[in-house]
Every structure is written in C-alpha cells, then in structure tokens.
C-alpha cells in the first residue's frame, strides 16, 4: 500500500479580515518554509481568497474555501460556484461541514451533490462527517458515518473518493476543547477506511481521512501516531501561525 501523504487544513470559519489574512499568510509562510512531509492548506472566507492567493505566492501551503454551490451559474442569489472558486485559486473545498448541516439544514443528499460539482471541476472535496452528542451516547456513531459517506456513493460510486479527503469531525469535539481521544478517533477512522475497502480496497487505501474537532498544537502529535489518521482539520488553532505550523510538523514527523 503506498503511504498517504498527510493533509492539515486550516478552517478559518467565520473569521478574519484583510489585514489578518495577509498577516497570518505571512507567518504560516516563515513558520513552515522547507517543510514537506505535511501537505498544508487554508480555508478563509471567499472574501478573502484574492488576498489569500496573492499572500500564498511562492509557497507549497494550498488555498481552500469552506463551502460551494452546486449550481454552475445564473440566478442564484449569494452563491459561489465552482468555476470562481478555481478561477480564485482555491483546490481543497470543505462541504457538509456540521455547521452547515446545522445552521442551513444541508441533507446529505445535497451535499453529495456538492461532492459531484466539485469532481467535475477537478476541485477536491473535503467531506466532513461526524455524529452529534446525542447520537455517540447512543452508539449511533458508526451508523451516521456510514450513513453520510453513503450518500456519496450511492450518488456518484466509491470512485468518486479517489483524490478526495473526509474530515470525521465528531460535533461534540468542534470548538468544545474537547478532543476525541486518539484512540477514540482511529477507531471510527478505521471504521470509515473499512467502509470504504468494503466497496474498493485500492480507493480506501488512498483516500486522506483527517480528524477534526479541538485539535491544537498539544495534542496534534499524539492523534497522528495512529494509522487512520491522515491529518487534521484545524479550526480555532488556524486561527494563530505558530500553532497551526506545530500541528503541520507533527503530522510530517508522525507520517515521515
Ligand atoms: P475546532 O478545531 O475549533 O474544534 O474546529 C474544528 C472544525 O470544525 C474544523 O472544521
């Protein structure tokens, strides 16, 4: 099996301005330059991916956007298609984010037909996945995973994961400080892997599981010495340059 390259994203969510996009661009580029075994990407708000592109010239890290439309133009008030999404330089694009599923009622449906927008684009998904509180209580987590990662593959085929990344984000981990245990957290990687191999071996093998969910530059190292774990997807510690640089080095280091 070849090694997966890791991939720590940076979601910057809800937050930012001109004069921090630049700022933060420009100490994530000193604090990284010359590290390579970690694929690093950010994620700011599609206001700010003009700054961001410019910002990023000359460096390996990868823009990314934290949304899309599955529309590819015309009356759509307020969307962003796929086409200006690449047209801003933008490659990895985060969809079925729990916030989203929350806060805009996204099914998983409509999210997979996001997944099929961005294939077509030669954009790569980050799917994000994860069960709530509630359903990890009630030992329901493998049972939403499967179910989300499903709705993928009954709408586009197991292929579809080829090149793509899923971020399993249990919702009780997101923002809370409370990061699922590593241990935890392989188990329900292994899980989606297994899914996944149970379809198509050779596109589990390949396909970039990252964990998401309170992960700083404390307990990076010790999640990414699990085998399921293929990287992270940082939110509130994307936030600050050297925090975020920690957890890239940890994951090159773990994955070396
Ligand atoms: P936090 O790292 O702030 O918990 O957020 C995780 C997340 O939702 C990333 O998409």
Same mark, same amino acid.
């Given at each position: 099996m070849a090694a997966r390259k890791p991939l720590v #994203?940076? +979601?910057?969510?809800?937050?930012?301005?001109? =004069?921090?996009?630049k700022e933060l661009i420009a100490g994530?580029? %000193?604090? @990284?330059a010359?590290?390579?075994?970690?694929?690093?990407? *950010? %994620?700011?708000?599609? #206001?700010? @991916?003009?700054? /961001?592109?410019? =910002?990023? %010239?000359?460096? $390996? *890290? =990868?823009?990314? $956007?934290?949304?899309?439309?599955?529309? !590819?133009? &015309?009356?759509f008030t307020g969307d962003i298609s796929t086409a200006m999404l690449k047209d801003s &330089? /933008?490659?990895y694009i985060i969809i079925g984010h729990s916030e989203r599923r929350t806060y805009h009622k996204e099914s998983d449906e409509f999210i997979a037909k996001k997944f099929g927008a961005l294939k077509e684009a030669g954009l790569v998904p980050v799917l994000c996945i994860g069960e709530s509180e509630a359903e990890n209580e009630a030992g329901k987590t493998e049972e939403v995973c499967a179910r989300q990662i499903d709705a !993928?593959? +009954?709408? @586009?085929?197991?292929?579809?994961? +080829? &090149? =793509? !990344? *899923? %971020?399993?984000?249990?919702?009780w981990a997101i923002g809370t400080g409370k990061s699922a245990t590593p241990a935890q957290a392989q188990a329900v990687h292994a899980f989606i892997r297994g899914h996944i191999a149970a379809k198509s071996q050779a596109v589990a093998d390949q396909v970039i599981i990252q964990y998401g969910g309170s992960v700083n530059d404390a307990n990076a190292a010790e999640l990414f010495t699990q085998p399921d774990i293929d990287g992270a997807l940082v939110g509130g510690a994307s936030l600050k340059a050297a925090a975020f640089a920690v957890i890239v080095k940890a994951a090159a280091v773990a994955k070396a």
């Open positions: #994203m940076g +979601n910057w969510k809800l937050n930012g301005s001109k =004069a921090f996009t994530l580029k %000193a604090e @990284l010359g590290v390579s075994g970690c694929d690093a990407a *950010i %994620a700011p708000p599609v #206001m700010y @991916l003009a700054e /961001a592109e410019a =910002a990023l %010239a000359g460096s $390996a *890290i =990868a823009l990314g $956007a934290q949304n899309v439309d599955v529309n !590819v133009q &015309g009356a &330089g /933008a490659k !993928v593959i +009954n709408a @586009l085929g197991v292929d579809a994961f +080829n &090149g =793509a !990344v *899923i %971020a399993y984000e249990p919702i």
